[in-house]
């Protein structure tokens, strides 16, 4: 039996486990009786044509979701966005393409602190707080100071 013979509900079927490899979901989703779906699943996936069929649509998927085929759609969508003018597109495009390539990555840092480290930090500030601060103004100390530059 051949993939063009399977039923409609064996066809529809072989899509969605090949997409979620979920046999009682992908058997209630092809129109299978909600009840016997389980059964239904155990069965065409011990029918070879199906397993073949299978076999095939996930090749199809893998396909279509490779990461050479993303990195040389964007490359594509970049050029044609700049040679249209589209400057914006064409830099998204660009920084996706670099995103993918590991070049800009996102860094979050996890620190731990413990209450200890909390209570020194706590101390610390109000220690600073007492100390006295200097507000008296600057500009004449840095314009004498231009002036010995100036020579």
């Given at each position: 039996m051949s993939r063009a013979a399977l039923s409609v509900k064996q066809e529809r079927f072989v899509k969605e486990?090949?997409?979620?490899?979920?046999?009682?979901?992908?058997?209630?989703?092809a129109g299978y009786k909600p009840k016997a779906s389980a059964e239904i699943a155990y069965e065409n996936l011990g029918k070879p044509q199906i397993i073949a069929a299978v076999a095939q649509e996930r090749a199809k998927i893998a396909w279509k979701v490779d990461s050479d085929r993303v990195q040389r759609r964007l490359d594509e969508i970049s050029h044609e966005a700049q040679a249209d003018g589209q400057y914006g597109p064409a830099v998204r495009a660009e920084e996706l393409l670099g995103k993918s390539i590991g070049m800009w990555v996102d860094q979050s840092v996890n620190i731990s602190v413990s209450s200890e480290h909390v209570q020194a930090l706590l101390n610390q500030a109000r220690q600073r707080q007492l100390e006295p601060i200097d507000n008296s103004d600057d500009s004449q100390a840095k314009s004498a100071d231009s002036d010995v530059d100036d020579g």
């Open positions: 486990y090949a997409r979620t490899g979920n046999g009682a979901g992908s058997a209630r989703k």
